[in-house]
């Protein structure tokens, strides 16, 4: 991973879309937790699943469609939402977004 350390950088320059696809990339990883951006493609999603952390997510860009629990959330820029530990979620691009997921794991 890059050193990205003390560096100005614009977030939606950080990953691109790409057809068909969900694109990551690891920003900071630590034994405490992580934070990665993502771009999903307009279709594109996470099935649903949980983590055993909390977990923070920051849209960027566009538009997501996140499901805690069975409760839809519609979300767009400059918008964010918790998604607690152990509670199963799922996300989804009704048009193409991006979101910073931040991971806090103590």
């Known amino acids: 991973m890059e050193n990205l350390k003390g560096k100005v950088l614009n977030l939606n320059e950080l990953v691109d879309y790409q057809e068909g696809a969900v694109v990551s990339r690891e920003i900071i990883r630590r034994d405490t ?3 990665t951006i993502f771009a999903f493609d307009k279709g594109q999603g996470l099935s649903e699943h949980t983590a055993p952390f909390d977990a923070m997510v920051q849209i960027i860009d566009g538009e ?4 805690i629990s069975g ?3 519609v979300l767009e820029a400059g918008e964010m939402i918790i998604m607690p530990a152990n509670e199963p979620h799922a996300l989804y691009a009704r048009e193409p ?3 910073i997921l931040t991971m806090i794991k103590s």
């Open 71 to 73: 409760e839809k959330h």
């Open 97 to 99: 977004y991006k979101m």
């Open 64 to 67: 997501a469609e996140i499901t």
């Open 33 to 35: 937790g992580t934070v």
